[in-house]
């Protein structure tokens, strides 16, 4: 089997500015993902991992870190409208290039959400192999709000209501179905996937993999501080690699 490991670090992070090599609990938070990715290489063989970056100081830590690449991101890929997945399938077509194999799978690793241990990488794996239609797998977490019970969205009135209604109203939050939330920790690409015309990891044939601990990503400062926090004063159930 053959997996290329993908980490997506661009240089213009407007939530948290120089996000990706801003220390978290000393480290620089892409060192999370280069460690986690070295690890898993480890426990597989054929396994390739690349850096897409448009920034040299990245680069520089990144290599500085264990991870090398000669693979620069191109200018149209490292705006803020471009799509995740065009810079991935970007970094698939270089590699197949440069190391003259079709990777069987794409594990991109999310720099923003580093809170993953290697048995959800591993557990993934196995769901993710098991099914041969498969395009895609997320990590996700069961959502503290739900569609069918408490989240509300303005309707073509003007007025408020439930974001998804039932036949009947669900009455209490045990009995609305479940739902779950991305936590944009990692995804799973089949190679299959690229040959296609979707956009999204979202797909007519996605699977998801489960957390059931604490995983989120770092979109503002206050969620820097608070996964700072944690590590700082060992409130996780699991340690980082």
């Not at 992070?13 to 090599?21: A, D, E, F, Q």
Request: proline letters at 3%.
């Amino acid at each position: 089997m053959n997996i290329l490991i993908t980490l997506c670090a661009r240089g213009g992070s407007k939530g948290i500015p120089r996000k990706n090599i801003k220390e978290l609990n000393g480290r620089p938070l892409i060192d999370y993902s280069i460690q986690f990715a070295k690890e898993i290489k480890a426990h597989y063989t054929n396994v390739i991992i690349e850096l897409s970056t448009d920034d040299q100081e990245i680069r520089d830590v990144a290599d500085q870190l264990g991870l090398s690449t000669q693979y620069i991101r191109p200018a149209h890929l490292a705006s803020d409208t471009a799509g995740k997945v065009d810079v991935i399938r970007d970094v698939v077509k270089y590699a197949e290039n440069i190391y003259k194999v079709k990777f069987d799978y794409i594990l991109d690793l999310d720099v923003s959400s580093p809170l993953r241990t290697v048995s959800d990488v591993i557990e993934a794996f196995k769901i993710m192999t098991n099914d041969s239609e498969a395009l895609t797998l997320f990590s996700v977490n069961k959502a503290n709000k739900n569609p069918y019970f408490n989240m509300v969205e303005v309707n073509e009135d003007g007025y408020y209501s439930l974001s998804k209604i039932r036949d009947t109203t669900t009455l209490s939050r045990q009995a609305a179905p479940e739902v779950f939330e991305l936590n944009a920790s990692f995804y799973i690409y089949s190679r299959a996937y690229f040959d296609s015309s979707w956009k999204g990891v979202v797909t007519d044939k996605s699977i998801v993999y489960n957390m059931f601990h604490i995983c989120f990503d770092l979109d503002h400062p206050i969620d820097f501080e608070f996964m700072d926090f944690l590590l700082k004063n060992d409130k996780l159930p699991f340690e980082l690699i």
